[in-house]
């Protein structure tokens, strides 16, 4: 993992979803404070990989909390994002609905195996998308389909098996989509939360 993470692409990446993160995060704290902390959850999930790259090879062995954190990440951040959506168009038993199954996979970490962490991440992601594609369809908030195609394309992204397909690492292209995004979602809470005024 060290080789294919701490190439300069992987790492400015990395520090490039969490600006557009903690961006997000100042932009719509205001909005909505829900999906405020799923972009700030998204951001120092950045910054810890950032931080693993660069501090790797001096000795500092963040490996352990890799795979926690980019769990709770996806299944606590991207529900609040979609607790966000369903909050600000008036779905509050939706909301927090997502909001609930989120917090009860985060509390399951330590019983699911790798390869169950990996389908409940992947339902996650489906599901937030989904979810917020349908509240986008339904208020024709354009920013919001295009944030939930890119979040899709994401996980679809992080299924791909080889690197060929891509003109940067698999890891940089999938921070690529992510901070594209996380500003549509941005860009559409702030036009949903106005609407909605």
Not at 106 to 128: K, L, N, P, Q, S
């Amino acid at each position: 993992m060290t080789d294919k993470c701490c190439e300069l692409s992987v790492i400015v990446s990395h520090i490039l979803l969490f600006i557009v993160s903690l961006g997000a995060t100042k932009g719509t704290y205001q909005v909505n404070r829900g999906a405020a902390a799923g972009f700030l959850l998204q951001a120092l999930t950045s910054v810890l990989r950032s931080a693993y790259c660069l501090f790797n090879p001096v000795g500092l062995n963040l490996e352990d909390l890799l795979p926690a954190a980019s769990w709770i990440f996806t299944v606590i951040g991207l529900p609040l994002l979609a607790f966000g959506f369903h909050w600000l168009s008036g779905d509050h038993s939706t909301a927090n609905t997502i909001l609930g199954g989120g917090v009860l996979l985060a509390a399951g970490f330590e019983y699911f195996t790798e390869d169950g962490r990996t389908m409940m991440a992947y339902a996650v992601i489906a599901t937030t998308s989904v979810s917020i594609l349908i509240v986008s369809i339904f208020t024709g908030n354009a920013y919001g389909i295009l944030g939930s195609m890119a979040l899709s394309a994401a996980g679809l992204l992080s299924t791909v098996k080889t690197e060929a397909l891509l003109v940067l690492r698999k890891e940089a292209a999938l921070d690529c989509v992510l901070a594209a995004g996380t500003l549509a979602f941005q860009r559409s809470l702030k036009i949903q939360y106005l609407d909605f005024m």
